[in-house]
């Protein structure tokens, strides 16, 4: 088979957003799944603002929003009795669409779509059995017998990636949970759709999330179910005894979409690189679902490193710019295993200090206005920044946003994943043209500094002396660091 400058493995969230990224750049792209084909099962339902950012700077977000589930507000009961009420709202800041209850599949379509658009295809049921790195390329070894040649590839395989085992990469983790139960079923009750519910039961936790199309979202923590891997008659029957056990209402499943099983484990990949080998998204981090971060955590990975990649290949900057996609990203996957292992850990308490601090502590404070805002916030990540990474200048005291920051006031449609100047001033804009390249946009003015922003909507550099922009691009295309 022809050489391609990018093999992707794995045509999920990931995968196909790093794919879109690239081939928007004009960079030639190969994606393989082992898949039979697309997935139709929703998996992850929720997408945050930033999510659609990315999306919309991919140009493939398209009607998604119209689509989804606005269920905007947690209620939690405790027996019978409401005790806690969160709602999401506005974080603040402009986004390109506010969160959206929408199943992956839906997203991954919406990819599919764009990616055709942009001239890529997908390999269905092409299983990687191993890798061979050259100093100047890397070829793929399928179940086929066929071989891949490629001159970098991305391995978005998912928590059982093949790339990273077959690359060598450590996934050390922890398990934190038992087993829960996860299903989208169609149900005969009352309960009001505007909103997510849950209910804190002494048997494990049950929650009940709107879905599109009148279905339902239910996951329950299940420690004492059946022993082994039940198939999905048993998780049917065994779904029917917990949503009226525990949540006190009448209930019947009139139909069923989806039944599975997980337990939750929090694993941080050793690195995010192997020569010419990348993972992404799942591959490279797993944790808890709760928060709805791992779809979004995923888009954000393949988005840094696919202009990274693409400015590479395209000759505009030295493989030591590759570094910082590890960089950047690996840091904040840590912070998300932290903040969703601490929330499974509530979750999951069935007795002593663990459900006390949820059910005495937790919960009226969860009630606050301010507190919620900041959940809405924190989910978001919109605050997301790259301030203490290796390609922002940290030496002024500079205003916000600072280098590093997302850029609210740039949309992506504007960037279209490419690089952006906010600036009246042609000769800054003819700098950054000459060290990027022709696509470099001109955004329009604005008072004080100018500012170029990343195709990720990060601000890369801010300020009005057309030298020190120079030198900024100098520094970063070429040692992958400005400090």
């Known amino acids: 088979m022809s050489r391609t400058a990018v093999l992707v493995v794995g045509a999920g969230p990931t995968g196909l957003a790093a794919a879109c990224g690239l081939l928007a750049h004009g960079v030639a792209v190969r994606v393989i799944d082992c898949a039979d084909g697309p997935a139709t099962t929703s998996r992850a339902n929720f997408l945050h603002a930033r999510g659609s950012e990315v999306l919309d700077r991919l140009g493939a977000l398209g009607d998604l929003p119209d689509r989804s589930v606005r269920a905007m507000s947690i209620t939690t009961y405790l027996g019978d009795r409401p005790v806690m009420h969160i709602k999401f709202g506005d974080p603040g800041l402009h986004t390109a669409a506010p969160p959206m209850v929408i199943s992956q599949a839906e997203v991954e379509a919406a990819l599919r779509t764009r990616l055709a658009e942009l001239g890529g295809e997908i390999t269905w049921g092409t299983e990687l059995t191993g890798l061979t790195q050259t100093p ?43 087993r829960f139960l996860l ?7 009352d309960l009001d759709r505007s909103g997510t519910t849950g209910w804190i039961h002494p048997a494990g936790m049950l929650g009940a999330m709107p879905m599109p199309g009148g279905m339902w979202r239910i996951i329950a923590y299940d420690p004492d179910g059946p022993s082994g891997k039940p198939d999905d008659a048993e998780l049917f029957v065994r779904l029917e005894r917990i949503l009226p056990d525990r949540t006190g209402r009448a209930v019947r499943i009139t139909g069923a979409g989806w039944l ?37 955590t995923g888009l954000g990975d393949a988005e840094n490193l696919a202009w990274k990649l693409a400015t590479v290949i395209g000759g505009r900057a ?9 960089t950047e990203r690996r840091p904040l996957a840590t912070e998300v295993l932290r903040s969703t292992s601490a929330v499974t850990k509530l979750n999951v308490a069935q007795h002593g200090f663990g459900r006390f601090v949820r059910d005495r502590l937790l919960v009226p404070v969860m009630n606050r206005p301010w507190v919620q805002r900041r959940v809405t916030y924190q989910t978001s990540q919109l605050w997301v920044s790259y301030r203490r990474g290796p390609l922002a200048e940290r030496s002024l005291p500079y205003p916000r946003p600072r280098p590093g920051d997302r850029v609210a006031e740039v949309s992506g449609a504007e960037l279209k994943g490419g690089w952006g100047l906010l600036s009246g001033d042609q000769t800054l804009h003819d700098v950054a043209q000459s060290r990027l390249g022709p696509g470099v946009a001109l955004l329009g003015d604005r008072r004080g500094d100018a500012l170029l922003v990343r195709p990720d909507g990060h601000l890369a550099w801010r300020g009005t002396d057309p030298g020190s922009l120079d030198d900024w691009l100098r520094r970063a295309l070429t040692v992958g660091t400005v400090r």
């Open 136 to 178: 100047t390329g890397v070829t793929a070894h399928a179940a086929s017998g066929a071989d891949l040649d490629a001159d970098w590839l991305i391995g978005c395989d998912g928590a059982g990636s093949a790339v990273r085992r077959i690359a060598g990469i450590g996934f050390p983790g922890v398990k934190l949970s038992e």
């Open 183 to 189: 299903a989208d079923v169609a149900l005969d009750w």
């Open 260 to 296: 599975s099983t997980f337990r939750v484990h929090r694993r941080l990949a050793d690195t995010y690189r192997r020569g010419r080998v990348f993972i992404a998204g799942d591959a490279a981090h797993t944790h808890a679902p709760f928060g709805g971060q791992g779809m979004l």
């Open 318 to 326: 030295q493989p030591a710019l590759l570094d910082t996609y590890e």
